[in-house]
């Protein structure tokens, strides 16, 4: 159902940014997006010096605040949508083949 794409594959992640003037201090991704975004920021900080690496970076700030928060229950309410739909998909085959076992 659309519902459950929805859970599977939230549209609306919402990701926070350090504060810096004229930009936006969030911005909503998909679950993808926003795993992508934070994926390749970790990845940013493993070239940084050890010295760079602090909360004061806008960089470690997001991978810091987001990985978390936003992202981390978004992955959870996607997986427990996707278990959910499986055990639907599940129950429903079990009648089917209950039926077709009454109707044989």
Same mark, same amino acid.
């Given at each position: 159902?659309?519902?459950? !794409?929805?859970? /599977?594959?939230?549209? *609306?992640?919402?990701?926070?940014?350090?504060?810096? &003037?004229?930009?936006? %201090?969030?911005?909503?991704? %998909? #679950?993808? &997006?926003? /795993?992508?975004?934070? @994926? @390749?920021?970790?990845?940013?900080?493993? %070239?940084?010096?050890? $010295?760079? #690496?602090?909360?004061?970076?806008?960089? @470690?700030?997001f991978?810091?605040?987001? +990985? !978390? *928060?936003?992202?981390?229950?978004?992955? &959870?309410?996607? %997986?427990?949508?996707?278990?959910?739909?499986?055990?639907? +998909?599940?129950?429903l085959? #079990?009648? /089917?083949?209950? #039926?077709? !076992?009454? /109707? $044989?």
């Amino acid at each position: 159902s659309k519902d459950s !794409l929805e859970k /599977i594959n939230p549209e *609306n992640v919402n990701l926070k940014y350090k504060e810096t &003037q004229g930009m936006p %201090t969030s911005y909503d991704y %998909t #679950i993808w &997006q926003a /795993i992508m975004e934070i @994926v @390749v920021s970790a990845y940013r900080i493993t %070239t940084m010096k050890r $010295a760079k #690496i602090s909360n004061d970076d806008p960089t @470690v700030y997001f991978v810091t605040i987001n +990985s !978390l *928060n936003s992202v981390m229950d978004a992955l &959870q309410q996607s %997986t427990k949508a996707i278990m959910d739909e499986t055990e639907d +998909s599940r129950l429903l085959n #079990i009648r /089917i083949f209950q #039926i077709l !076992l009454i /109707i $044989a």
